[in-house]
């Protein structure tokens, strides 16, 4: 999925601090729209899910910048 959203920005003028951007305004309004179907206690569950699942992914991020060559890569 993420993919196809990539190639979107990429035709539009887009870089990726402009995806992130949007991932993070797609997961915010996600959290709105969990808490006006669902009610506030499912939003901030879902919250907190998210935030658990981020927390614990710097360490798989450390690992993976420990064994990969990084900064040789050039901006979009």
Excluded at 3 to 27: I, K
Excluded at 57 to 66: F, K, R, T, V
């Amino acid at each position: 999925m993420w993919s196809l959203v990539h190639a979107l920005f990429v035709q539009c003028g887009y870089n990726w601090y402009d995806e992130t951007d949007a991932c993070l305004r797609a997961m915010q309004n996600r959290l709105k729209s969990i808490a006006h179907y669902r009610g506030e206690d499912a939003a901030r569950a879902e919250y907190e899910r998210l935030r658990e699942a981020w927390d614990a992914h710097e360490a798989e991020l450390e690992e993976w910048l420990a064994e990969n060559p990084t900064g040789q890569g050039s901006e979009p």
